[in-house]
């Protein structure tokens, strides 16, 4: 059974970075063709996928977001990491890591198969 596990801090003050971990267990995020990616969700908004990255570690980013997001990964501990930059209160949100196999349209919710529970962030000073 596949798992994701996001984990963090649920406070970050204004201009701050925002690091959030994933933690695979079940599956490798080496394995070919998947894709894992971080998607969030405001309050009283829908989801918005954020970025992700590839199993040979390639990174993609929300055009919206690139310039304040980075994606990396630590295979020894199958883990992906999402750093998001100098936050706002636009930026509360509960943030989730989910796992989709081959390249496609990012925001075909219907297309990932496994999610974390998901982590609620709050940027407040």
């Known amino acids: 059974q596949v798992q994701l596990q996001e984990s963090g801090p649920g406070l970050v003050k204004p201009s701050q970075t925002l690091s959030l971990t994933c933690t695979v267990s079940g599956a490798s995020i080496r394995t070919n063709y998947y894709y894992w990616s971080w998607i969030r969700k405001p309050p009283g908004k829908g989801l918005e996928w954020m970025g992700a990255i590839g199993s040979r570690g390639s990174t993609y980013y929300s055009p919206s977001l690139k310039s304040r997001t980075s994606i990396s990964r630590d295979t020894s501990k199958n883990q992906f990491t999402l750093q998001l930059r100098s936050v706002t209160p636009e930026d509360t949100a509960v943030y989730y890591c989910?796992?989709?196999?081959?390249?496609?349209?990012?925001?075909?919710?219907?297309?990932?198969?496994?999610w974390g529970q998901g982590t609620q962030v709050t940027v407040s000073s």
């Open positions: 989910a796992r989709r196999m081959f390249l496609g349209a990012w925001s075909t919710w219907g297309e990932y198969d496994y």
